[in-house]
């Protein structure tokens, strides 16, 4: 997973890419294997939810999630935590340091 | 007797799940939405109404997208919202994501989604108020993403 978080004036401008094909019923079905894909991926600071979101198929490959929140969660040299969970129940997570 | 003692735990295994997670699972809590084929039906499935108000949500993606497997698409809103839902009519399905807000949300969230073809993106704000407000953007695709 590639995270970049920064604060800047009252919010936090968050950038994740995580890694994942992300193939939908269609694609897997003409590639003879299972559909795959992210179900829900969350972001915390400090315990806080900072992003949540219940996704589908129709994020494309290697999924991109940008996103803002209020800085009053979190100062400089916190680390944002970024979890997903897929289809299949692989999970991954990642976390980044605040600049 | 054992029946009632295997009822009870299970409504408190059902309670403590969401607890746990800390935040809503769309996907177990509203299935029918990730299936629906048109994107009223989606909304309905979801919202349980199809009663939108069409203002302050904007949607944002090129008018013209060259590659349908990664179209960019931003949503932003000041509405006070506790929910925001992506749909579009390209795909089979027509539901794209749905964002859980709180305190310290703010809503500007910025993806890339597949589209099948040229079609149009629905972003609806549950606002805190209980009602559906939405925001629509048609484009073109050149190239469908869901031929993979």
Same mark, same amino acid.
């Given at each position: 997973?590639?995270?970049? &978080?920064?604060?800047?004036?009252?919010?936090?401008?968050?950038?994740?890419?995580?890694?994942?094909?992300? =193939?939908?019923?269609?694609? &897997?079905?003409?590639?003879?294997?299972? &559909?795959?894909?992210?179900?829900?991926?969350? &972001?915390?600071?400090?315990?806080?939810?900072?992003?949540?979101?219940?996704?589908?198929?129709? =994020?494309?490959?290697?999924? =991109?999630?940008?996103?803002?929140f209020k800085a009053s969660a979190a100062k400089p040299g916190d680390k944002l935590e970024v979890t997903w969970v897929d289809l299949k129940g692989?999970?991954?997570?990642?976390?980044?340091?605040?600049? | 007797?054992?029946?009632?003692?295997?009822?009870?735990?299970?409504?408190?295994?059902?309670?403590a799940l969401p607890a746990l997670l800390s935040a809503t699972d769309f996907r177990a809590a509203k299935p029918d939405a990730w299936t629906a084929?048109?994107?009223?039906?989606?909304?309905?499935?979801?919202?349980?109404?199809?009663?939108?108000?069409?203002?302050?949500?904007?949607?944002?993606?090129?008018?013209?997208?060259?590659?349908? +497997?990664?179209?960019?698409?931003?949503?932003?809103?000041?509405?006070?919202?506790?929910?925001?839902?992506?749909?579009?009519?390209?795909?089979? @399905?027509?539901?794209?994501?749905?964002?859980?807000?709180?305190?310290?949300?703010?809503?500007?969230?910025?993806?890339?989604?597949?589209?099948?073809?040229?079609?149009?993106?629905?972003?609806?704000?549950?606002?805190?108020?209980?009602?559906?407000?939405?925001?629509?953007?048609?484009? @073109?695709?050149?190239? +469908?993403?869901? @031929?993979?």
């Amino acid at each position: 997973m590639r995270i970049k &978080a920064k604060i800047k004036g009252d919010v936090v401008q968050v950038k994740v890419m995580a890694k994942h094909d992300m =193939l939908t019923y269609d694609q &897997a079905k003409k590639k003879g294997t299972e &559909a795959n894909f992210i179900t829900h991926i969350s &972001a915390k600071v400090n315990d806080k939810v900072v992003y949540d979101a219940s996704t589908s198929q129709f =994020l494309s490959k290697d999924p =991109l999630f940008q996103f803002a929140f209020k800085a009053s969660a979190a100062k400089p040299g916190d680390k944002l935590e970024v979890t997903w969970v897929d289809l299949k129940g692989n999970t991954e997570t990642d976390s980044k340091e605040i600049k | 007797m054992e029946r009632r003692e295997f009822l009870g735990l299970s409504v408190a295994a059902f309670v403590a799940l969401p607890a746990l997670l800390s935040a809503t699972d769309f996907r177990a809590a509203k299935p029918d939405a990730w299936t629906a084929k048109t994107v009223e039906d989606a909304i309905k499935a979801l919202y349980g109404s199809v009663e939108l108000i069409e203002k302050d949500v904007k949607v944002k993606a090129p008018k013209v997208a060259s590659n349908g +497997g990664a179209v960019p698409v931003t949503v932003q809103s000041s509405i006070p919202g506790k929910t925001v839902s992506i749909f579009q009519d390209a795909n089979p @399905e027509s539901a794209v994501i749905t964002f859980e807000l709180n305190e310290y949300s703010i809503i500007d969230f910025g993806l890339k989604i597949k589209m099948k073809q040229s079609g149009t993106i629905t972003a609806v704000v549950e606002g805190a108020d209980g009602k559906l407000y939405v925001g629509k953007q048609t484009l @073109e695709v050149a190239l +469908g993403g869901c @031929e993979g």
